[in-house]
């Protein structure tokens, strides 16, 4: 298939972690197609390295969403760990991990975050690592005494709201059995099961009713500076 990435936008409006190339669908649903098409900015980030094989599937299956914005790939080391300090010694500690996000968030300045459930889904440790590394870089990244090379690069800045998956409190029920403006009748579900089909590698280890599992339109407000969600069904909302 033809891509033709545009380079990354200098500020997006949803960023969305993700710690493997296929969480982004698992675990997220329809929430990049959605937002592409309702005009967002949508940056996706990477934690992990995966194969060469698995980062020609993540761009075919962000491409399958429309999405048309490079997405980062950190280069974290992927692998089953024991425990959530294990994961993050493989990444070369928390404070570093911490770090490289709080620069993507100052950097690219998403409006909203968004990223895996603080019990790591079914536990994978990684997953653990990432939501605990997020939600510390969201709150670190409007503090320009922390990481002060950083902020004194892109300047400090405070996203509006933080998602985290399966989080209890202020949780948001995203609707992505409604049909994407633009694709040609799909709904959001059919085109994250359409992504997850470019994952061709993952097939073998793992169905897309994963996410249903551990429901992948379901999320919990876990910080915000803009009030408590009212709707609680779209994850922009009081924000323009």
């Given at each position: 298939?033809?891509?033709?990435?545009?380079?990354?936008?200098?500020?997006?409006?949803?960023m969305l972690v993700s710690t493997h190339q296929d969480d982004e669908i698992l675990f997220f649903g329809g929430a990049v197609p959605w937002y592409t098409a309702m005009g967002r900015e949508v940056g996706v980030v990477y934690m992990t390295?995966?194969?060469?094989?698995?980062?020609?599937?993540?761009?075919?299956?962000?491409?399958s969403c429309g999405l048309t914005n490079?997405?980062?790939?950190?280069?974290?080391?992927d692998g089953h760990m024991e425990s959530r300090?294990?994961?993050?010694?493989?990444?070369?500690?928390?404070?570093?991990?911490v770090s490289m996000l709080v620069e993507q968030i100052r950097r690219y300045k998403p409006e909203v975050v968004i990223t895996?459930?603080?019990?790591?889904?079914?536990?994978?440790?990684?997953?653990?690592?990432?939501?605990?590394?997020?939600?510390r870089a969201v709150e670190a990244a409007a503090d320009p005494a922390q990481?002060?090379?950083?902020?004194?690069?892109w300047g400090a800045w405070q996203a509006k709201k933080l998602y985290i998956h399966l989080w209890k409190e202020g949780q948001v029920?995203?609707?992505?059995?409604?049909?994407?403006?633009?694709?040609?009748?799909?709904?959001?579900?059919?085109?994250?099961?359409?992504?997850f089909d470019k994952h061709r590698s993952q097939q073998r280890f793992v169905r897309f009713n994963l996410g249903y599992k551990y429901p992948n339109w379901l999320f919990g407000l876990y910080?915000?500076?803009?009030?408590?969600d009212e709707t609680r069904s779209d994850l922009f909302e009081h924000i323009y």
């Open positions: 298939m033809v891509q033709k990435w545009h380079e990354t936008s200098e500020k997006w409006d949803l390295k995966c194969s060469h094989i698995r980062y020609k599937e993540a761009l075919r299956g962000l491409w490079y997405p980062v790939f950190l280069g974290l080391r300090k294990a994961a993050f010694e493989s990444w070369g500690g928390e404070d570093r991990v895996h459930d603080f019990k790591g889904e079914y536990g994978h440790k990684q997953h653990i690592a990432a939501a605990y590394a997020v939600s990481f002060p090379d950083s902020a004194e690069k029920k995203l609707d992505w059995n409604e049909e994407v403006p633009g694709f040609d009748g799909f709904t959001g579900m059919q085109l994250a099961r359409r992504a910080s915000t500076s803009v009030g408590p």
